[in-house]
């Protein structure tokens, strides 16, 4: 069920040989949605490091009103089409919302512009980060916390100093998992991203494009890309999840 997919979008998409791949790879729209899905993947995965690991961390370590509501709603974007991630976005910032037009009035464009698919990208993965981390922070003794506190250090020091480098694996596990998991985000970026060739049309949308127009080599090419690059950063979690286990 996977391999075989796999091989045969290779077969397709060398085909042609190293020279045919290259150039459609290097073609002006194809490297461009390359750069700018590398580009926001890179962002988003920065983003939802920090964010996510703050979200964890609070989850775990505070109990509130409203606690078990939000752990919930963590996992909302898992069951949410993608399609409608992405008219949530429109709805809320696209030109015609009073928030859109706000942004608008001040000269800057969130949908239909880089910005909207940032947005998207950080809804369909925020999880991945929140529920590696978590229990991650469960697992944890909390002996040295609390001999920090002992000893006079603040709450901020003792998660930097403490707490953070025992969770750090995890969160560069969580964050790996999301840049791969954006590679392929097509659903709620098609809708938000006004998919202009060399300025919002990403790596996924230009394959469904080439798909659309019959250029099947030219969307193998870039396919074969994507899978290349989520293939490596999985080997990459999976080589730090082994080592972190052993």
Request: charged share 15%; net charge neutral.
């Amino acid at each position: 069920m996977v391999a075989l997919p796999v091989a045969t979008l290779a077969r397709e998409g060398l085909s042609r040989g190293l020279g045919e791949l290259g150039r459609a790879l290097v073609h002006p729209v194809a490297r461009a949605a390359i750069l700018l899905t590398l580009q926001t993947a890179l962002v988003m995965a920065a983003v939802n490091a920090v964010m996510g690991t703050l979200i964890a961390y609070v989850l775990v370590r505070y109990r509130f009103p409203g606690r078990k509501l939000l752990d919930v709603l963590i996992d909302l974007p898992f069951a949410i089409p993608t399609l409608v991630t992405g008219m949530m976005i429109v709805t809320l910032l696209g030109p015609h919302a009073a928030l859109g037009q706000l942004f608008e009035a001040a000269g800057f464009r969130v949908v239909y512009a880089p910005p909207a698919i940032l947005l998207a990208l950080l809804f369909v993965t925020l999880p991945l980060v929140v529920r590696t981390v978590q229990p991650v922070l469960h697992e944890l003794d909390g002996a040295d916390e609390e001999a920090a506190y002992t000893l006079g250090a603040s709450e901020w020091t003792t998660f930097r100093r403490v707490t953070l480098p025992a969770i750090a694996p995890a969160v560069v596990s969580g964050a790996l998992q999301s840049f791969a998991r954006a590679l392929g985000e097509f659903g709620s970026v098609v809708v938000v991203a006004g998919n202009i060739p060399r300025r919002t049309l990403t790596a996924a949308v230009h394959v469904f494009g080439e798909v659309e127009s019959g250029d099947v080599h030219a969307a193998s090419a870039m396919s074969l890309v994507l899978v290349t690059i989520s293939f490596c950063v999985v080997l990459v979690v999976s080589a730090r999840q082994r080592g972190a286990h052993g």
